[in-house]
Every structure is written in C-alpha cells, then in structure tokens.
C-alpha cells in the first residue's frame, strides 16, 4: 500500500508512535535508573558499567537481514511491541531493594526487542516515504525518539517519585500498549511481502550485511556520516562532566542537558526535517553541518568560563537545536541510501557506524580532555565537525557514494 491510498498522515502517525516506543524504555533506562540505583546505594562504577547493556543497538546490523527477508515488517513489530509492554508490566514483580540483577537482564532484553523493532520501522518509513516526504519523515524519527526519552526518563521518574516502583512499572507498560494502536490500524503492504517471494537460507541471511556494506559506494558512505557527527559527539559525550567538575548542581545540570537539551532538540528535528523537505539534501546537509560545527565554539568558550550560566545555556541551546537538524538531514540521507528491498538492513548499516562513532568520538574527547582539558578538547570537536562536514558534501558532489544519492543529491 502506498501513501497515494491512505491519508498522509497515517504513515507518519504510524512511525510517530513507533519511535516514541522505543525512546521511552530507554530514556527510563539511561535517566531514571541511575537515579534509581543511586537511591539503592549503587556505585557510580556500577551505574556506568549499564551502558554494556545497551550493545544490541551497535549490533543490530547482524539480523537486519533476517528482518528484511522474513515476513512482513508488520509482523515483527507487532508482536514485539505487545511483549514490550507485557515485560514492563512484568518488571513490576520485581523489588529494586533486593539487588538490580532482574533489572539489569530486563535492560538488555529491552534493548534487544527495541533494536529489532527499529530495523522492521526503519525498513518500513523507507517503503512508506517517498523521497520528498523523508525529511519530515526523518524530523519525526529524531522527534518522537525524544519525547519517548522524555516520557521514560522524566515522567516515569515522577511516578515513581509520587507512588513508587509498581505504579511506574504499569505506566510504562501502558504507554508501550497504546503505541501498539497505530500498528493495528495499519495493513501490511502488498509490496512489502512481495520483497520476500525468494527467501534465501538463514546461514546466508546471517551474513546478509556483507553484500550489503561491499555496494559500491557504501563503505564510503558510513565513513562520510561518521566524519560529519564525530566532532558534535565527542563534544557532547563532555558537556556533563565538564559542569560536573565545575562544581554545577546535578538539578541544574540535569534541566540543562536533560529537560532544555530534549527540548531544543525536539526544534531541531523539525527544523531539520522541514529543510530536508525545502530545499534538499545538499543544502540541508551543508548549512545544517556548519551551524552544527559553529555552535560548538560556544561550548570553547564555556569551558573557560564554566561559571557564567548565561553563556552555557546559550551553548546548550545552539548545539541541541543545531544538532537535532544535523542529525535529520544526516538521516534523511541515510534513508534515500537504502534500497527499498533492502531497507532494514542498509539503513542499519549506516545508524550502526554512527552509533559506534559516538562512542570513539566520546572516547577520543576524554582522551584530549584528560590530557589537555576541556578547552582543547571541544577546540577539537569543532574542527573535526567542519571538516566532517566538508568531506561529506565534497566527496558526494563527486558522486563518490553509492548511486542511488544521485537523484536526490543536488535536487532542490
């Protein structure tokens, strides 16, 4: 079924729902469980050793395959979205007092499902959005991932806070299950189980992503969109412990980078959305990149003076709403990239090297910061933006990716 037969809004009903469904376990998880197992008296090495729980997402490029030649995309989130909701209301026969081991395989279970769910979304908006409606497509992604950050990380936070663990657990639990709604409502395209008349044997589906990543083109193309955010994650993965060190109360640090952050960022994707939308993906990717990489410089001159609130607010602010557009266009890009038989598994490709560049890109800024200090480091992170920037636009202007960009790459 094409968007030419339903209203136009439902396919962007459908992936609002579905992305606000995987942000909102892992906001809870990445926000309000520290806050939770520092109120059980967990140690600050524990609590950092839970980002391990969370390699499904850096992995999920090796079943990618299986969820593009398997079925219909439908038929995996479907039942994954009802199992999510159903653990969650699982979780709360648990009791955090008695020791966080159930929580901790519930977190990674988590993951897990919701990385699956994001190649079958993935591979659907690729099939429901043409190439005109992908930005927007794109803004509403990085959107809803947000508010579902913000509704598992600040409400549910607030539940616990006001009537405890089990009243959160069955909040989560019913969010998960009235995002399930817009699934119901949608049918299973024709054209999205026609993809699947010749399913190969699984061994080879196993190692689907290889042919993949060898297209040509391709392999250029997850290194041109590391390059492009590897200067705004390394400077981001620093914000914290910058204001940490400077003595900044964890409440304010928390509204700035967490409340004010999410917020800008939710403008962001929609700014960047609509201008993937208006003027095309060079334009998009060329302004959205510079003002990305000229917003870091507010964050040099913050850490030499992290103490003038004006200033780091004013950092906070550019570099979230700047970012968040980045990342949309960046995305929609992703996006035209994959071929629509492949979807899942190309556009997992890409999201992949991203999620693994951030975490060099974070351990590149504490090794500068350590040795240098803040200052350098995000000098760094702003050079390394620009030149990501340049080395994308440059090496697509030269028709250097794979050739499916070409016939959006300078259309307007």
């Given amino acids: 079924m094409t968007i030419a037969r339903q209203p136009a809004a439902a396919p962007l009903l459908l992936l609002t729902s579905l992305y606000i469904a995987q942000g909102l376990p892992y906001g809870f998880f990445t926000q309000a469980l520290p806050v939770l197992m520092r109120e059980h008296g967990a140690s600050l090495k524990a609590i950092s050793a839970t980002s ?18 398997i079925g219909t995309r439908r038929g995996w989130i479907l039942p994954i979205q009802f199992i999510a909701a159903l653990a969650a ?26 990385a699956i769910q994001d190649v079958a979304t993935d591979g659907l908006a690729v099939r429901l959005l043409d190439a005109q409606a992908r930005g927007l497509g794109n803004g509403i992604q990085v959107g809803a991932y947000r508010i579902g950050m913000v509704l598992g990380g600040g409400l549910l936070l607030w539940v616990y806070a006001r009537f405890g663990w089990v009243p959160m657990c069955l909040g989560m639990s019913a969010l998960l299950a009235f995002t399930c709604l817009p699934v119901l409502l949608h049918r299973a395209a024709q054209e999205d189980a026609s993809t699947r008349k010749v399913r190969p044997p699984i061994a080879k589906l196993a190692a689907g992503w290889w042919p993949r990543l060898r297209l040509p083109g391709m392999s250029l193309l997850l290194a041109l969109v590391c390059a492009y955010k590897f200067g705004d994650a390394m400077t981001a993965s620093l914000v914290g412990p910058m204001l940490k060190d400077a003595q900044w109360p964890t409440a304010e640090i928390a509204v700035v980078k967490g409340t004010l952050g999410s917020i800008m960022g939710m403008v962001g994707a929609a700014a960047g959305g609509w201008l993937a939308f208006r003027l095309g993906r060079r334009r998009a990717l ?44 960046l995305f929609t890009l992703m996006m035209d990239a994959a071929d629509p038989e492949h979807a899942g598994t190309d556009y997992t490709l890409l999201a992949c ?52 960009l070409e016939a959006v790459w300078q259309k307007p």
């Fill in 89 to 114: 209301a699982a979780l709360a026969l648990i009791d955090p007092a008695q020791g966080f081991t159930a929580v901790f395989v519930a977190v990674f279970a988590f993951n897990a499902l919701a």
């Fill in 52 to 69: 391990l729980l969370f390699l499904p997402w850096a992995l999920k490029f090796l079943w990618a395959p299986m969820v593009d030649q």
């Fill in 353 to 404: 090297a991203v999620v693994v560049a951030q975490g060099l890109a974070a351990f590149a800024a504490a090794a500068i910061g350590d040795a240098h200090g803040y200052v350098p480091a995000f000098a760094v992170g702003f050079v390394a933006a620009m030149i990501g920037c340049a080395l994308l636009v440059v090496a697509l202007d030269r028709g250097r990716g794979p050739a499916r």
């Fill in 286 to 329: 060329l302004g959205c990149g510079i003002a990305q990489a000229l917003s870091l410089l507010l964050y040099v001159a913050a850490a030499g003076m992290p103490a003038d609130r004006a200033l780091v607010w004013t950092a906070c602010i550019a570099e979230h709403l700047f970012g968040g557009m980045a990342t949309v266009a």
